[in-house]
């Protein structure tokens, strides 16, 4: 079960880039919440390392596991390899799909069943996000750099994600956490 919170960060800890991706989710208290990591189905497939090398990192497959703080699996995301980004959201109870709308609009729409359940609009270079369902705005995702003392950490740090909002279900919750990890991974890691 995911602890419920009103604001997350999403930030990666992969050093390597030939290493499993990995990313810490932190609460307001700055407390580890759960962790999104790569399946080693994916990271170590020949394929996918053969697409890294020639720079179409895009199109490779992906099978990632978000996890709660006591490493139980809450929710797979899966993308096969190909040009589309869009994913799926596999959790306990039900499939969920992310579709991206072209990468000029920044625009992602997560489904389920045929039905929208999230609208994501991006704007400043894929920095600033706005989440809504139906008309209501539920949240915010921001993409900021973390402040360093030096210019080199600077340089080596990665960035945070931002997840600011109102009370949210568990499903959303995922979804939005999903939302964020696929936005670094489409947007910012190509």
Known sequence: MLHHSTYYTLQTETIMTHQSTQYSISN??????????????????WLNHALKLFNLKQMTSLHIKLLSDRQEVLAHIYRKKGIS???????????YHLRFKGSVSQKIIAEYSGETLL?????????????KSGERQIATIQKRSIPAPTTK??????????IRGHEWTEEQAILLLCT??????????K
């Not at 994913?87 to 499939?95: K, L, R």
């Open 28 to 45: 307001s208290e700055n407390q580890r919440v759960s962790t999104f990591e790569e399946d080693s189905s994916t990271s170590s497939h």
């Open 180 to 189: 964020a990890l696929m936005i670094d991974l489409t947007y910012h890691h």
């Open 85 to 95: 980004s869009d994913v799926s959201i596999q959790t306990a109870d039900s499939i």
């Open 153 to 162: 950490e600077a340089w080596l740090s990665e960035d945070l994600y931002h």
């Open 119 to 131: 609208e994501v609009n991006g704007k400043n270079m894929a920095c600033d996000f706005e989440v």
